[in-house]
């Protein structure tokens, strides 16, 4: 699982060869999301702060993130990208 980047305790995550659509996953502590990059619409959970913070992170970031899930279907190493500060 390629870290993308880590920010107040949240770590996001993309992996190779994963299903459409588009998304990343977010983890906090025991909590887990799969979040769409387009929409941002969410499967699973994260409490709402987190969840505020991965969504505002995601915003700022959607094209590197889709730069990353194209490198991701070609099986090849993906760039981190800047955490939420």
């Known amino acids: 699982m390629p870290?993308?980047?880590r920010f107040f305790g949240i770590v996001v995550a993309m992996f190779w060869r994963e299903h459409r659509p588009p998304h990343f996953h977010a983890f906090y502590a025991d909590h887990h999301a799969e979040v769409e990059i387009a929409s941002g619409a969410v499967e699973g959970y994260l409490p709402s702060r987190a969840l505020?913070?991965?969504q505002e992170w995601r915003r700022l970031h959607k094209g590197e993130l889709m730069v990353d899930w194209d490198l991701a279907e070609?099986?090849?190493t993906l760039k981190r990208i800047a955490p939420l500060e």
């Open 74 to 76: 070609k099986r090849r």
């Open 3 to 5: 870290e993308l980047s």
């Open 52 to 54: 505020k913070l991965v």
